[in-house]
């Protein structure tokens, strides 16, 4: 079985630019998670996504946005890049029903300059 | 204070060594917990839930204890391989509440010498 999928690996971009960032969950998982993991600290949570709605964010402005499509795949776009925006930002996905488990990603390397 | 704590390590052990991790957290309703492991620049990778009194799987015993609010991850004849970083992760909302958030620690760092 197909684990998460994440593209790109790597991305560069300066600051002020955009970035889209994109995931595929495994077959079948419909909820989808973002997280930023910046250099030397934990995993923030940034949006979770279920059933194509957003349905939670974490404590992260509005330039930090997202979008769910009807095959489950998600889409984060980070608007007006700073430079603290370099992270590892990783994807997991969860399977329907009443369970916590959550799957990663391999993540994509986001560098701001 | 943090809503889940780890003691950032790092740990250093001999292989075959015996290594027990403790990890706090600060949501007394918490409902589910679990023990991820991620290695240098990777992913996390699930290793346990633990979802009641704790859990056994190989060599990996999780436990936790609601009343002091920590569970902890012992890990028994440990192998070169278990080299990683261990990341206590919480989720501290009961399911049909919907936030369905993980909250990881920071990580202990675990290196097996050796």
């Known amino acids: ?3 998460v999928t994440q593209s790109p690996t790597h991305l560069i971009k300066t600051r002020g630019q955009q970035a889209t960032l994109r995931c595929s969950p495994i077959s079948g998982h419909t909820s989808v998670y973002w997280y930023q993991q910046a250099l030397g600290l934990g995993l923030q949570f940034l949006l979770w996504y279920d059933e194509g709605e957003e349905r939670n964010r974490g404590n992260f402005p509005p330039r930090f946005s997202g979008r769910q499509f009807p095959n489950y795949s998600s889409e984060l776009n980070v608007n007006a890049l700073e430079l603290e925006d370099s992270a590892l930002y990783l994807c997991a996905s969860r399977p329907p029903g009443e369970t916590y488990e959550q799957y990663f990603g391999p993540g994509t390397r986001l560098t701001v300059t | 204070r943090k809503e889940v704590e780890q003691d950032p390590g790092p740990f250093n052990v001999p292989e075959g060594a015996t290594v027990a991790f403790n990890c706090t957290y600060s949501n007394s309703a918490s409902q589910s917990f679990f023990w991820y492991r991620q290695d240098c620049r990777k992913e996390p990778k699930l290793l ?3 979802y009641s009194s704790g859990n056994e799987d190989g060599r990996f015993t999780a436990q936790l204890n609601r009343a002091s609010q920590y569970i902890s991850l012992l890990i028994r004849d440990s192998k070169l391989s278990d080299s990683a970083t261990y990341l206590c992760v919480v989720n501290p909302e ?7 958030k993980l909250v990881f ?4 760092r675990l290196t097996i010498n050796p």
């Open chain 2, 105 to 108: 620690g920071q990580g202990t």
């Open chain 2, 94 to 100: 009961l399911f049909i509440q919907g936030a369905q």
């Open chain 2, 48 to 50: 346990m839930s633990v």
């Open chain 1, 1 to 3: 079985e197909a684990g």
